[in-house]
T-cell receptor
Framework: QKEVEQDPGPLSVPEGAIVSLNCTYS??????FMWYRQYSRKGPELLMY????GNKEDGRFTAQVDKSSKYISLFIRDSQPSDSATYLC???????????FGTGTKLQVIP | SQTIHQWPATLVQPVGSPLSLECTVE??????LYWYRQAAGRGLQLLFY??????ISSEVPQNLSASRPQDRQFILSSKKLLLSDSGFYLC??????????????FGEGSRLTVL
């Protein structure tokens, strides 16, 4: 079993839709949870960061962490064509432990 | 703000040829530096990390090596490339304040195709 599982997609939605991206994990030591956005042929950029369980909102983006279920989500409201990218979840146990990444979900928002 | 420069951006190399990818960081001092590889359909795989000049830790056994000759310079090398070395190579350092949490800042990457 992989430490982090992420549906690779691709996920295709119409402009304005609400998008839900998810990851599951098996390592209960993970405490820091991140979402990265990666445009084609570019390096990933940090989009959201959450510590432990709970929600975090930033504009149209909301990150949720449910440590009891080992499940994290990223919601994108009012999706835009510019949101078309691959979204990578990532997590670490902190304390300078290495970061483990999901394989990424490719999202396409159709105008 | 920090910036990571990687070059070359793209290269095509024959099997058995040598490799040198370079990463330089600006806007931060004494950073931890990382080399990741992203292969098609796979997640980011940590290859090497360095906490300082001359200090390299390898995460995965392979025919690649890394060196850190200067504080803000990180080099990935190979003496003889394999087909399986093809991929997108990314250099990274911690986001400001992200040293212990895992928040990373990435460069633009070097895309390597081995034929």
């Amino acid at each position: 079993q992989k430490e982090v599982e992420q549906d690779p997609g691709p996920l295709s939605v119409p402009e304005g839709a609400i998008v839900s991206l998810n990851c599951t994990y098996s390592n209960s030591a993970f405490q820091y949870f991140m979402w990265y956005r990666q445009y084609s042929r570019k390096g990933p950029e940090l989009l959201m960061y959450t510590y432990s369980s709970g929600n975090k909102e930033d504009g149209r983006f909301t990150a949720q962490v449910d440590k009891s279920s080992k499940y994290i989500s990223l919601f994108i409201r009012d999706s835009q064509p510019s949101d078309s990218a691959t979204y990578l979840c990532a997590m670490s146990a902190g304390g300078y432990q290495k970061v483990t990444f999901g394989t990424g979900t490719k999202l396409q928002v159709i105008p | 703000s920090q910036t990571i420069h990687q070059w070359p951006a793209t290269l095509v190399q024959p099997v058995g040829s040598p490799l040198s990818l370079e990463c330089t960081v600006e806007g931060t001092s004494n950073p931890n530096l990382y080399w990741y590889r992203q292969a098609a359909g796979r997640g980011l795989q940590l290859l090497f990390y360095s906490v300082g000049i001359g200090q390299i830790s390898s995460e995965v056994p392979q025919n690649l090596s890394a060196s850190r000759p200067q504080d803000r310079q990180f080099i990935l090398s190979s003496k003889k490339l394999l087909l399986s070395d093809s991929g997108f190579y990314l250099c990274a350092c911690p986001e400001r304040g992200g040293l212990s949490t895992g928040e990373l800042f990435f460069g633009e990457g070097s895309r390597l195709t081995v034929l």
